[in-house]
């Protein structure tokens, strides 16, 4: 099973640009599609986007589509979301998740999320 952690959380004024990374471990990382997902207070946990095992294929949840953009390095072991113009819509804990499958990506590992907040 991988292990996942994120990183690049941070406060952000509206406009401005983020870049989390998700670091895999244990596992081998090419095997897996990756997701980011994101939970905002009060929320249930929203998809956000998903990248298959080569990074050719990608899908984006209407909300971040042409903002956000999902990457992957497998040589770095690491799934990356670019996230411009950011909104305070935005504001959640993002959390990176991997699978056999784009499909069950959110049935699979889990990493501990990290806060993004932006400022209006």
């Known amino acids: 099973q991988v292990h996942l952690v994120e990183s690049g959380g941070g406060l952000v004024q509206a406009g401005g640009s983020l870049r989390l990374s998700c670091a895999a471990s244990g596992g081998t990382f090419s095997n897996y599609a990756m997701g980011w997902f994101r939970q905002a207070p009060g929320k249930e946990r929203a998809f956000v986007a998903t990248?298959?095992?080569?990074?050719?294929?990608?899908y984006y949840a209407d909300s971040v589509k042409g903002r956000f953009t999902i990457s992957r390095d497998n040589a770095k072991n690491t799934v990356y979301l670019q996230m411009n113009s950011l909104k305070p819509e935005d504001t959640a804990v993002y959390y990176c998740?991997?699978?056999?499958?784009?499909?069950?990506?959110?049935?699979?590992?889990w990493g501990q999320g990290t806060q993004v907040t932006v400022s209006s």
């Open positions: 990248i298959n095992w080569s990074g050719g294929t990608t």
């Open positions: 998740a991997a699978g056999r499958t784009i499909a069950t990506v959110k049935n699979g590992s």
